[in-house]
């Protein structure tokens, strides 16, 4: 996306109050919005009512979003900024991802950054969500992407295996510079309840030419709408390691990862996961492109409870084309597939939607 900058004279920026003193500062406006029709179905269940509908919605390529964010050069190398961004269901007019989102879900943060690096405070991205977005052809779309919806999705709406969100409250994060090609980043979401329970994260990527790697890692403790927050002595391991070249005529992708959960009771919440996906964009044409994705997701259960073993997979075939420089159309097909070690069998769910996404 192209953000609108917006260069303002320092006595103006010091009027509103945005800006101490007489250091320049630049604003920008940005976003993304992403609309779809389609005929959509996800897996279900032999003899229940099947789950297709046809419908306008939002957010399958990309979740809409609305954001301002603001630099401002200190002198000396230092520089500060702030972040703005706010989710948009643009089928509805709605805000947010759920009506459980906070306004500034997406990101609300003040940051400073030197050669040394740079550091975050507030509402951000998780550095895991960050490096499953980065190791698969689709992104970070949900609708979409069979690895961010096995990973942030699983069963339903965001209630899936990962118990966190893509986003942490009250975090701070440190990003190391670019060291070779290496980069580093730490980040600690403070849970701030009586349980005084924290979550920690780590990420380290290299990339080199046309390849690169990188992994992430959470121990989550804490959680927040709209994920259910975990008890005293409740918490979820998570790490995921993906890669990705550019051969040229296609990019490649892959990706692997597991969670752990410890210290739940509820039979549903008794459950280990691992999972892989891979995944191509090919070009085809100066504006076109071809993105094949696969993922699969096996869920064993780990506790006494009745949740069975499940095998989840996830194929999307989709084509882009670039109508402008901020304008896409697109157009894919997705198969979401459910087996169950025991219990009643499920049918397997196709979708098919048509969308277009802008970005200003």
Do not use: C
């Amino acid at each position: 996306m192209s953000p609108k900058k917006i260069f303002a004279p320092a006595a103006l920026l010091a009027l509103m109050g945005l800006a101490p003193g007489v250091h320049a500062q630049s604003l920008s406006m940005y976003g993304v919005i992403d609309i779809t029709a389609g005929s959509f179905q996800t897996s279900y269940q032999e003899g229940t009512v099947n789950s297709r509908a046809t419908k306008v919605d939002g957010n399958q390529m990309i979740t809409s979003f609305f954001g301002l964010r603001g630099t401002e050069d200190l002198g000396g190398g230092l520089k500060a900024g702030f972040m703005l961004e706010s989710f948009l269901r643009p089928d509805i007019g709605g805000s947010g991802r759920t009506g459980a989102d906070v306004f500034w879900a997406r990101a609300a943060n003040v940051w400073l950054e030197n050669s040394l690096g740079k550091v975050v405070v507030g509402r951000q991205g998780t550095l895991l969500f960050t490096n499953t977005l980065s190791y698969n052809p689709l992104g970070s779309a949900f609708g979409l992407s069979p690895a961010i919806r096995l990973t942030f999705l699983g069963g339903g709406p965001l209630a899936g295996n990962d118990k966190s969100d893509s986003g942490f409250s009250n975090a701070i994060s440190y990003f190391t510079p670019n060291l070779s090609g290496f980069t580093g980043a730490v980040q600690v979401q403070f849970g701030e309840s009586a349980d005084e329970d924290t979550t920690y994260a780590l990420s380290a990527q290299y990339k080199a030419g046309p390849f690169s790697i990188g992994g992430a890692w959470q121990t989550v403790e804490s959680a927040e709408a709209p994920k259910a927050n975990f008890a005293a002595g409740q918490k979820q391991n998570f790490g995921t390691l993906g890669v990705s070249y550019d051969a040229g005529f296609a990019r490649l992708f892959g990706q692997y990862g597991e969670f752990r959960n410890y210290g739940f009771t509820a039979s549903a919440d008794q459950i280990d996961t691992k999972l892989f996906t891979l995944g191509a964009a090919v070009p085809v044409s100066k504006a076109g492109t071809v993105i094949a994705a696969y993922g699969q997701s096996t869920e064993e259960a780990t506790g006494t409870g009745t949740t069975p073993d499940t095998d989840h997979t996830v194929f999307t075939l989709a084509y882009t084309h670039g109508l402008s420089k901020r304008t896409t159309a697109y157009a894919a097909y997705m198969m979401d597939k459910e087996d169950r070690a025991t219990g009643p069998k499920f049918k397997t769910g196709h979708t098919y939607l048509v969308g277009v996404r802008h970005a200003f």
